[in-house]
C-alpha cells in the first residue's frame, strides 16, 4: 500500500511540473530545482513508478504460484489421510 502511495505521489508531482511548464510556456528543465539537475527529477519520478508497476507484477505472479502450491499440499494431504496405512514396517 505505502508503495502505491509514493507512486501515485511521484506519479501526479510529474503531472504538475508539466502542466506547470506548458502553462508557463518553459520546458520542464527550467522548472527543475538546480539541485535535481536539468530536468532529471521527473525521469526519476517516472522511473520509479515504472519499477513499482514491474513489482507489483511481479508480485501477483508470485501470489499466484503460492497459491496453485498451497492448493497442491492440500491435495496430498486429503489423498494421504484417505489412503490405507501401509502394511506393518519392514523387518530388518
Request: glycine content about 4%; hydrophobic content about 45%.
Amino acid at each position: 500500500m505505502q508503495l502505491w502511495i509514493m507512486t501515485l505521489s511521484m506519479f501526479l508531482s510529474v503531472v504538475v511540473h508539466w502542466s506547470r511548464s506548458r502553462l508557463a510556456g518553459l520546458s520542464i528543465a527550467e522548472l527543475a530545482p538546480p539541485i535535481c539537475g536539468a530536468g532529471r527529477a521527473p525521469w526519476h519520478r517516472g522511473a520509479f513508478c515504472a519499477y513499482a508497476i514491474e513489482k507489483e507484477l511481479q508480485l501477483r505472479r508470485l501470489t499466484k504460484l503460492l497459491v496453485d502450491e498451497r492448493v497442491l499440499t492440500a491435495a496430498l494431504t486429503n489423498r494421504l489421510r484417505e489412503s490405507p496405512p501401509c502394511s506393518k514396517p519392514p523387518r530388518r
